[in-house]
């Protein structure tokens, strides 16, 4: 009886710690992904609000934030934008000591460096925007999944739908995780304490 007794306490002690352990892992808010190529194919050309070529060397180093979107954008995009800058801004208020950069990607043609260099500035001076050309951006949509099409437009102004997700790139230029919308910055900015 009294060895029944042991044996019960001890797999109890032994079933809580394994729990515990489980426990203790952690679970990332985004989606992952175990890309294998470069985020960028390499006969891509783009032209960067910091230079006037942007590769996948740009983006070694560090983890990216990439978003999709367009300087005409009525709400999602600035909203976007506005989160990624309150994160950047705690980053730097928790003196968080990990490389970090946010890249914001064109998907309209017609914006050109000066303009998406004035807007993703606006949002933060280290923000950098990427100009696209038709081809390189369908290529580029093509390699990582992303979705755009001009759903109204006129002689200046174009809108589009596009994909709401915020990609990121680990140090070695490879697509590792998706942040699907709603976007939260609380759960990306733990992911950046533990994960990244």
């Known amino acids: 009886m009294n060895i029944k007794y042991i044996f019960a306490i ?7 710690q394994g729990i515990l352990n489980i426990s203790d ?7 992952s992904l175990n890309a294998t190529q470069d985020f960028f194919s390499e006969d891509s050309k783009f032209i960067s609000t910091k230079s006037d070529s942007f590769s996948n060397n740009d983006l070694k180093g560090a983890y990216t934030l990439i978003f999709f979107g367009y300087t005409n954008c009525p709400d999602y995009c600035p909203d976007t934008l506005m989160k990624i800058r309150i994160l950047f801004k705690k ?3 928790q003196n968080v000591k990990k490389n970090i ?3 914001f990607i064109s998907v309209d043609t017609k914006d050109k460096v000066d303009k998406i260099k004035k807007y993703v500035e606006y949002f933060d001076e280290n923000f950098v925007g990427l100009e696209t050309d038709e081809a390189n951006l369908t290529k580029l949509s093509k390699r990582v ?3 755009y099409k001009k759903i109204q437009g006129n002689s200046s102004v174009d809108f589009y739908d596009h994909t709401g997700a915020i990609f990121v790139t680990n140090e ?3 697509l590792v995780a998706l942040y699907t919308p709603p976007i939260d910055i609380n759960k990306i900015l733990e992911d950046i304490l533990e994960a990244f």
């Open 25 to 31: 892992d952690y679970n990332p808010h985004y989606t």
């Open 145 to 147: 999944g992303v979705y």
């Open 101 to 103: 950069r946010m890249l």
């Open 10 to 16: 001890f797999l109890v002690i032994l079933l809580t």
């Open 91 to 93: 980053l730097e208020e």
């Open 172 to 174: 070695d230029s490879k």
